[in-house]
């Protein structure tokens, strides 16, 4: 059986390749990135191929591969980052030192249709661009918590960072994503 479904390998690409890649997409930082890790994940189902269990759908079994290869590469990208969170902190000059709002820095209002707004693909391209601004620790992080579903323990453990570490990197990762969406789409 693994040596009909290895015989079938170029159908695997042509029928899932651009979801894979779309995917990928959306968690990493460029284009070679994702073709990498889709090209990562289509030779892996071929090594393994006699893991895989024909009850089940194969496009889930290479979604499968791909999340692990998307973790190994936050992993990747997170242990030489990890150790510098602190100096991370707060390069951007939203907060004075005590914490709070600096001056001028104030969340912006996004009411009148902004839940029209969201539902746009304009949006969604600012949204990816707003991403991909961030340090790429705090991007692994946003991507892993909200694109990929993950609760804050596993999270801290695939990529090998402390509760405090991780709460750091999602609020700076939140508080940028809304000065750059307020920037570049709600107040534009």
């Not at 040596?3 to 460029?30: C, F, I, P």
């Not at 990208?77 to 990890?82: P, Q």
């Not at 009411?111 to 340090?135: M, P, V, W």
């Amino acid at each position: 059986m693994p040596e009909q479904l290895r015989a079938h390998a170029a159908q695997w690409v042509n029928e899932h390749a651009d979801a894979l890649y779309g995917y990928a997409w959306q968690r990493v930082r460029d284009e070679d990135t994702a073709k990498d890790l889709v090209q990562e994940t289509m030779l892996a189902a071929w090594r393994n191929i006699e893991r895989y269990d024909p009850a089940q759908p194969l496009k889930g079994w290479l979604f499968a591969i791909l999340k692990n290869k998307l973790i190994d590469h936050y992993r990747k990208s997170a242990s030489g980052l990890a150790g510098r969170t602190q100096e991370l902190a707060d390069e951007t000059g939203f907060f004075d030192e005590d914490e709070h709002w600096a001056k001028g820095f104030y969340p912006q209002d996004w009411s009148g249709g902004a839940d029209r707004q969201l539902n746009t693909r304009e949006f969604y391209k600012i949204l990816h661009a707003c991403k991909n601004r961030l340090k790429e620790l705090q991007a692994a992080v946003f991507s892993m918590k909200y694109l990929d579903d993950m609760d804050s323990e596993e999270i801290c453990r695939e990529l090998g960072i402390s509760s405090s570490n991780y709460w750091v990197l999602m609020h700076r990762a939140k508080v940028q994503l809304r000065a750059c969406l307020e920037k570049n789409w709600f107040l534009r």
